[in-house]
Structure formats: structure tokens, C-alpha cells
């Protein structure tokens, strides 16, 4: 039988070796195009505040400026992602 430290000992050992998953995928993630509207000049504004999780985090979306292709909010173009998802 295992001492207790040889078996917490052998516990982290495993849990250092398991790989890590992010909680959500990034890249092509899925977007919700009811909660943005597509404006008449091609741009998106988005309809109430909303979270999506990107390379480098937490992207918190405000309703406010509108968002065009080739601006970059959290490492996403929102813009490019939604005339992919939603046109």
C-alpha cells in the first residue's frame, strides 16, 4: 500500500502530465447572430452585452461603436466572424 505522500506524489505527477483543455474553442466558434445587427455600410453592432473567449481570454462585448471587418477586438475580427456566420 501506498504511503500518503507517495500517493499525492504520484497524483500531481499525473495531473502535470494531463494535457489542458480550454474551456472554449476559439477560431471558429460558434456566434449567436440574433444578438448583432448587420448595418446598412456592411458593419455589426452588437444588441446587448456578451462574452466570447478568444486566444487571449475573456472578450467582453459592449453595445457602442459598430465593428468592421479588419478591427480586432481580443485578437477576433467580430466583423469578419459574423459575414462568415450570418450573411
Do not use: Y
Request: glycine share 10%; hydrophobic share 40%.
Amino acid at each position: 500500500m501506498l504511503s500518503r505522500s507517495a500517493f499525492f506524489s504520484l497524483v500531481a505527477g499525473v495531473l502535470l502530465a494531463a494535457p489542458v483543455q480550454a474551456q472554449q474553442p476559439t477560431g471558429q466558434m460558434e456566434m449567436d447572430c440574433s444578438r448583432f445587427t448587420h448595418n446598412p455600410d456592411g458593419s455589426w453592432s452588437v444588441k446587448q452585452p456578451l462574452e466570447l473567449f478568444s486566444d487571449t481570454g475573456r472578450v467582453r462585448i459592449s453595445p457602442g461603436p459598430p465593428f468592421k471587418r479588419g478591427m480586432s477586438l481580443g485578437g477576433l475580427d467580430i466583423a469578419k466572424m459574423l459575414d462568415q456566420q450570418c450573411r
